[in-house]
């Protein structure tokens, strides 16, 4: 069975940061692209990151380049998403996606407020 489980959510200043992971399990992990999406409340769920089978390839969407890193150990099987600069408009669920699937993690929240 596929299970994305996701961790490293909470509440953050603005200017902060946080790390978030994605435990993957169920399949080769290795052999697929990930993803990270996110859905503020009243929101589409929106398109974070992208990253390639062994990381060497990796998109952002314009609202995160810059401050968000998406990176994978493949050996772990796991995904991070590294959030830096963090703004209240980054304040979602941020959802673990396999790429080209209708496998997602659970979400875990983040709020970004002072």
């Known amino acids: 069975q596929v299970q994305l489980v996701e961790s490293g959510g909470g509440l953050v200043q603005p200017g902060g940061s946080l790390r978030l992971s994605c435990a993957a399990s169920g399949f080769t992990f290795s052999s697929y692209a990930m993803s990270w999406y996110r859905q503020a409340p009243g929101r589409e769920r929106e398109f974070v990151a992208f990253?390639?089978?062994?990381?060497?390839?990796?998109n952002y969407a314009d609202s995160v380049k810059g401050r968000f890193t998406i990176s994978r150990d493949n050996a772990k099987n796991t995904v991070y998403l590294q959030m830096n600069s963090l703004k209240p408009e980054d304040t979602a669920v941020y959802y673990c996606y396999r790429f080209d699937s209708n496998y997602w993690g659970q979400g875990t929240q983040v709020t970004v407020s002072s």
């Open positions: 990253i390639s089978r062994t990381g060497g390839r990796t």
